[in-house]
C-alpha cells in the first residue's frame, strides 16, 4: 500500500509542475505583442510598415524589466492631448537628466550622445510642427527630465513629434520595450 501512495504523491506532483510550467509559459507568451510601424519618425532603424516584436509587460518596481535604459526603444502611450496615440521612440534621457540641444546636437547632463542611428540634424522642435515659427524658436534648449519620466526622441528628428514637442512622459505610459525588428 505505501507505494500506491507514493505513485499517488508522484503524479500529484507532476501534475502541479505540469500546470505550473503551462501557466508560466502562458504568461510568457502573452507577454510579447507585434506591433506594426505607421510613420517615418524612426527611419532610419525602422520604416513604415516594418513590425517589430515587444516584450509588454508593465514597468513596475520590482518586476524584473524595470531597469529602462538610454537607447532602449519603447512604445509608449501619448500625452491625453493625443487621443490614445501609441508611439514609438528611443529613450534619450531618465529621469532627472538635463537635456540640451545646441548646434544640431544633442547632450545629455553635459555630454554630447553619439548617435549614429539619427537621420538628419536636432532641432528644439521638429521642422513639420510648423516652419513658419522656425525664427521664433529659441535655438538654446535645456529640458529637465522629472522624476517618474522618460525623454524620448524619434531617430528621424526632422520628422518625429517626441519630447521637444511635449515634454517627458510618465514611466507609467510605457507599453513595452522592443526585442526585435
Do not use: C
Not at 510568457?28 to 513604415?48: A, C, K, Q, R, Y
Not at 532641432?123 to 513639420?128: E, H, I, S, V
Not at 522624476?147 to 521637444?164: F, K, Q, T, W
Amino acid at each position: 500500500m505505501t507505494t500506491d501512495n507514493s505513485k499517488i504523491s508522484l503524479n500529484s506532483k507532476l501534475i502541479i509542475f505540469f500546470v505550473i510550467a503551462a501557466i508560466m509559459i502562458t504568461g510568457i507568451l502573452i507577454s510579447f505583442d507585434t506591433i506594426e510601424i505607421n510613420g517615418d519618425s524612426m527611419v532610419p532603424t525602422l520604416s513604415d510598415g516594418d513590425t517589430v516584436v515587444v516584450w509588454s509587460l508593465p514597468y513596475l518596481p520590482g518586476m524584473p524589466d524595470e531597469n529602462l535604459d538610454y537607447g532602449d526603444i519603447i512604445v509608449i502611450s501619448a500625452p491625453d492631448s493625443m487621443d490614445n496615440v501609441l508611439m514609438i521612440k528611443r529613450i534619450i534621457g531618465l529621469e532627472h537628466d538635463v537635456i540640451t540641444i545646441e548646434n544640431g546636437l544633442v547632450y545629455r547632463n553635459g555630454f554630447p550622445l553619439q548617435e549614429q542611428y539619427v537621420n538628419g540634424m536636432t532641432l528644439p522642435l521638429n521642422l513639420q510642427a510648423d516652419e513658419e515659427k522656425m525664427p521664433e524658436w529659441d535655438m538654446d534648449y535645456s529640458y529637465t527630465v522629472p522624476a517618474n519620466h522618460v525623454y524620448i526622441l524619434g531617430d528621424n528628428r526632422l520628422l518625429s513629434s517626441d519630447s521637444r514637442e511635449y515634454g517627458a512622459l510618465p514611466r507609467k505610459n510605457i507599453i513595452g520595450r522592443m526585442i526585435f525588428p
